[in-house]
């Protein structure tokens, strides 16, 4: 029995290993649930030209936004589990997937992470037209007024609910005003429609460029270095906004192993290249890379995180 079983596992390993020496042999999907343009829709077509150099095939960047990120997360749970169909996507299917009952994937049931891509830290900005100083004292002078309100990226994003946690621990009343972006919401600041507004990366430092806006904290264990003088929350007394927003690259589940671990290294390699990093910088992204097993370790941690949150504040999007 000992030799058969011996003569089975060396036969597997073998199998496994020619899947991954195998692929791929035709183009490779890797869909992105938002609208073309953007800094991820960006970063991700450098990883896919530089992974098509790198096995010789065409690796296809699939827009495939609508239904907060759901119609595209779908197809790809729907895909055969041999890697030709990727998924790049970011925390929020997770808050999708709890806040609405009608989606049709689970996301530690249905996908095996490969690589976390890039990471990236979210930035509350305020006015200068409004009360200055630091966090603490615009809530305090504006939140006294009754008048203190902040835009996100929406109902049930990631500032919203940061948004709803602050009302909480600083117990100022603030009002809501949810947009399709950072776009929108640097005009809404600029016009002083709003007071404050939780922006990416990319936005929070565009913003500074108008002079007109200052940031008051960044939603992260440690001061980010792409404006390092930023507080973050922590500094400033505030617990629990010290979750980074991410990318994540991940393959249906059932897709083999080795084919994961192949993709997993040259991703890892593709993103710590200097001028890769150096670009996902410029759009306000860490470069990360790693292994699935690590990739796996933070989409449960997130995943128990959002857990709480909904629980805390239930579901926030409409």
């Not at 970063?43 to 896919?48: F, L, M």
């Not at 929020?92 to 891509?117: G, N, Q």
């Amino acid at each position: 029995m000992n030799r058969i079983a011996k003569a089975c596992a060396a036969l597997w390993l073998g199998v496994a290993a020619g899947l991954a020496s195998a692929f791929p042999d035709k183009p490779v999907h890797l869909v992105l649930p938002y609208p073309a343009g953007g800094p991820t829709d960006a970063v991700a077509r450098t990883v896919a030209e530089r992974l098509s150099a790198t096995w010789g095939q065409p690796v296809i960047v699939d827009n495939r936004p609508g239904a907060n990120g759901a119609i595209g997360t779908e197809l790809v749970a729907k895909s055969p589990a041999d890697g030709y169909t990727l998924l790049v996507h970011s925390p929020i299917m997770l808050a999708t997937e709890m806040t609405r009952p009608t989606v049709r994937y689970r996301t530690l049931k249905d996908f095996k992470p490969v690589s976390l891509v890039f990471s990236s830290a979210v930035f509350l900005m305020a006015s200068n037209q409004g009360s200055q100083g630091d966090l603490k004292q615009v809530l305090a002078t504006t939140g006294r007024a009754g008048d203190l309100s902040y835009g996100t990226h929406g109902a049930g994003t990631t500032g919203h609910y940061m948004g709803r946690r602050l009302e909480r621990v600083s117990g100022v009343e603030m009002t809501h005003v949810p947009f399709t972006g950072d776009a929108t919401i640097l005009t809404a600041l600029l016009g002083g429609h709003i007071k404050m507004g939780f922006l990416s990366g990319t936005g929070a430092r565009k913003s500074l460029d108008s002079g007109r806006v200052r940031g008051l904290a960044v939603a992260s264990a440690e001061r980010s270095p792409l404006m390092p003088d930023v507080p973050t929350f922590k500094e400033q007394g505030f617990v629990g906004f010290d979750r980074e927003s991410w990318g994540m690259l991940f393959a249906p589940a059932g897709t083999p192993d080795a084919v994961v671990n192949q993709i997993a290294r040259d991703v890892d390699r593709i993103v710590k290249q200097n001028d890769v990093a150096q670009q996902f910088l410029g759009f306000g992204l860490g470069a990360k890379g790693g292994t699935p097993a690590e990739a796996r370790r933070i989409v449960q941690d997130d995943f128990s995180y959002w857990s709480r949150l909904i629980e805390e504040f239930g579901a926030l999007a409409q």
